[in-house]
């Protein structure tokens, strides 16, 4: 008799392999085989084997979307595992259970059990189920809004999967790292790792994971506005879901086509959409998945105008985000019931919202510590809710508040590094008010300061002096956007004099206040497309230089004098590039024989021996620019970010250079720890980047970052001849102990008054970030020279 059920138990288990390499289209089949095994192992007395067999079917109910039924058979698992004393299984069933409540949104209770599961793993020697239980906790990590956390759990389970050969559990950790680079705004990225888990999850003939691979590309695309890709990769995993019965994936594709039809103004059908994800949310008991389908009808409502029922479910979304403890949906509802409220006029309300939304989010961005790139792309992609709440303070009437919110907003992760850097990380008492912290901050202004901040087509400008009132205006660009502006300023820039093409953005950005001006010396925090704006040279009378916040211009200009170094100069020029070629052999960069003019010139100016040629190999000129108060570089900048091409490092001249043996990057400047008081950038594009809420992201702030307390850059590549013009009159100026700022004004009088680079492209690129620095260099040439004539 047992030996024939032993035959019947060995077809199912046939059967049940079967049904797996099918990538879970039988699940309805393998839950009957499991129920009857089940049966037998009851029967039989294999009371380890009951205990597998119940996770099994617990495994398969969560495949399925029934959470609630999966739980109680985990619990039923480990209540066999802990009595038949099977750690590895008490370890599995930990694992299990943490998965099901992070699925029904009880991150917390998830989070316990994976702790429990990975201790487990480690104490039994489970690599594999090590692996998993890093991937749980990455997940309830990123749900709780630790994305730092997360991704450093992520490629430990990445790494193991690798070391035991387990493809699978590759493809789910690169689709795991996607979702939480999308959770930080960081898109091409996301698309990246969930490719990486497709091409995977195609290869091991997973359906159920090439439909969800799917649904997480096609929520990138539609992130970075491909709304018809977006489309065809979420009808793709709607399909699949159907295919194999996941009602849970099924209800994620339904709600992410109405994201799609939402950004394409089909609001009708997105409310469509996200009434079947809702209606499959609740049917399997998914509390977090709830909450997303109410945060997007809350959503549609309020883009339909229909805002009582708008509130109604972003009030619901709410609440079910505080009950996972999901800070992040918490600062989206929080937002987008601020927006509710402030278009029903309820301000008080609106701003409410909007604080508590910010304080999600800035708990979310402590969290990532160190880590500016992700805390760049996050606060970019979450910009929209400090623009609204610094808005809704001017419609209350309260200007040196919505400064204040505005200022919260700008260049916060450079903020961050900056307060390390000067060893000022103190956090404000909350004790502080907005005018305390706004009289603070006019504290440490060295000059007259217009803090601006976009919204539309208006400008809004608040004028800032030590021991003043703030002053507000505002501007509306007329005939077009800042971004249209800047677009028709560098297509015209090869005009004539001040008076073309420069003159509309004078009229925008310097107008409006100059009235109000008082001096010859300006300090501008620009925002959105401004930030490339060429503004040391919109006036001839008066001098400007840009900080990307008031912040960081107090951290700057606040650091001791023994901070920055005030003597040694390096000056870079011309390096070796013969080297570095295409595939073909053919040369990557020409040589610039002015920048080496250059750099000799300036070298015979300030008595310093420049590096040239082999010389000035990317080693090299890390080391000495940790303590040089001086950092002059002339040579090729990339067009994108303005990093610079030295020479390869000498340990790799027998080999084809990579790329990291030449190229200065941002990551490379940020590793430093500089003493610099001034760093000129006499590169093609120095001060270009991408434009985010940070400000210009480019090789500029990587040295401020690092600790220079001002940068001279180019926006655009400019003549060789003239570059050593403008420079020999910049030089002359600095070393009379004239300031950076007057130094660049005179140097840009020189060249406008010059018949041969008096054009706008010739002298207008500059632009000076940071303090007005000045230097002692000791008696010069130039002054010997003088001296000598007079006797």
């Known amino acids: 008799m047992v030996d024939r059920k032993l035959d019947v138990l060995e077809r199912h288990m046939k059967e049940l392999s079967v049904a797996r390499k099918e990538g879970n289209r039988r699940e309805e089949e393998a839950i009957r085989n499991y129920t009857e095994a089940l049966s037998i192992f009851k029967e039989i007395g294999l009371r380890a084997e009951e205990g597998r067999a119940f996770g099994h079917l617990g495994n398969t109910h969560h495949s399925l979307g029934n959470f609630k039924q999966a739980i109680e058979y985990h619990n039923q698992n480990l209540s066999i595992a802990k009595e038949v004393g099977d750690r590895a299984g008490v370890g599995i069933a930990y694992c299990n259970l943490g998965s099901a409540y992070n699925s029904l949104g009880n991150f917390k209770q998830a989070l316990e059990y994976q702790q429990q599961s990975l201790g487990i793993a480690k104490e039994v020697g489970d690599r594999a189920g090590e692996g998993r239980a890093y991937c749980n906790l990455g997940n309830a990590y990123q749900s709780l809004g630790n994305f730092k956390q997360a991704i450093e759990y992520h490629h430990q389970d990445l790494s193991i999967a690798k070391e035991v050969g387990n493809r699978a559990g590759e493809g789910r950790a690169y689709g795991n790292l996607g979702a939480v680079y999308h959770s930080l705004g960081d898109f091409k990225q996301a698309i990246a790792y969930h490719n990486q888990d497709l091409s995977i999850a195609k290869e091991v003939g997973n359906r159920a994971g090439v439909g969800i691979a799917y649904g997480n590309i096609g929520s990138a695309y539609n992130s970075l506005g491909s709304f018809k890709q977006a489309l065809e990769y979420h009808q793709q995993s709607l399909r699949i879901a159907k295919e194999v019965g996941d009602r849970a994936g099924k209800g994620r594709a339904y709600g992410n086509l109405g994201n799609v039809y939402q950004s394409l103004g089909n609001f009708k059908q997105a409310i469509e959409y996200y009434n079947q994800d809702l209606s499959i949310a609740k049917e399997v008991g998914d509390r977090a998945g709830q909450g997303r389908a109410y945060g997007n009808l809350g959503y549609a409502y309020h883009k339909t105008g229909e805002l009582v029922n708008a509130l109604s479910f972003n009030e619901q979304f709410l609440r079910i985000c505080k009950e996972t403890g999901d800070p992040i949906g918490e600062g989206i509802a929080c937002y987008r019931l601020g927006l509710d409220h402030d278009i029903l006029g309820s301000l008080s309300k609106a701003l409410h919202y ?61 903020t961050d590094i900056l307060k390390v850097r000067y060893h000022a990380d103190e956090e404000p008492s909350s004790a502080v008010t907005t005018k305390d912290t706004i009289s603070s901050l006019l504290e440490y202004l060295p000059s007259q300061t217009v803090f601006t901040a976009l919204d539309g087509n208006t400008i809004s400008f608040w004028m800032l002096r030590r021991g003043s009132e703030v002053t507000f205006k505002q501007k509306e660009i007329e005939n077009g956007s800042a971004d249209s502006l800047m677009r028709t300023t560098f297509k015209e820039q090869i005009g004539g004099g001040i008076c073309n093409c420069l003159k509309p953005l004078y009229d925008v950005l310097i107008g409006p206040i100059a009235d109000l001006l008082q001096g010859d010396d300006l300090i501008f925090v620009p925002d959105g497309s401004f930030c490339l704006a060429p503004f040391s040279a919109l006036s001839d009378t008066v001098r400007i230089r840009t900080v990307p916040s008031l912040t960081a211009l107090k951290l700057i200009t606040g650091a001791p004098d023994a901070f920055h170094s005030k003597s040694e100069v390096l000056l870079v020029g011309d390096p070796w590039l013969k080297e570095i070629t295409w595939d073909t052999g053919e040369l990557m960069y020409k040589q610039l024989p002015c920048a080496k003019k250059e750099v000799e010139m300036i070298g015979k100016l300030l008595q310093t021996e420049p590096l040239t040629g082999r010389n000035a190999a990317k080693a090299e000129v890390l080391k000495r620019t940790m303590s040089a108060a001086l950092i002059h570089i002339a040579a090729h900048g990339d067009a994108k970010f303005g990093e610079i091409v030295l020479a390869p490092n000498l340990e790799r001249r027998s080999q084809i250079p990579e790329e990291e043996d030449y190229m200065l990057t941002m990551s490379d400047v940020h590793a430093l720890h500089l003493q610099a008081r001034l760093v000129v950038l006499s590169c093609a594009h120095s001060g270009q980047g991408e434009v985010k809420s940070e400000g210009v992201v480019g090789i500029a702030r990587a040295f401020l970052c690092a600790g220079a307390r001002s940068v001279l850059v180019s926006l655009w590549a400019i003549d060789d001849e003239a570059t050593l013009l403008f420079m020999k009159h910049f030089y002359q100026h600095l070393a009379d102990r004239k300031s950076a700022s007057l130094a660049l004004h005179y140097a840009m009088k020189s060249a406008r008054e010059t018949k041969q680079y008096s054009a706008i492209k010739y002298w207008a690129p500059f632009v000076l970030i940071g303090d007005d620095v000045t230097f002692e260099f000791g008696q010069h040439e130039h002054e010997k020279n003088e001296t000598a004539s007079k006797k």
Do not use: M
Request: hydrophobic residues 40%; proline residues 0%.
């Open 354 to 414: 909007y604080r508590l939304s910010i304080s999600c989010y800035d708990e979310t961005i402590r969290d990532l510590q160190s880590e500016d790139a992700w805390k760049i792309s996050f606060r970019d992609t979450n910009q929209s809710v400090y623009a609204a709440l610094w808005r809704a303070l001017l419609k209350n009437g309260e200007v040196d508040e919505a400064l204040y919110a505005a200022e919260q907003g700008r260049a916060q992760a450079l």
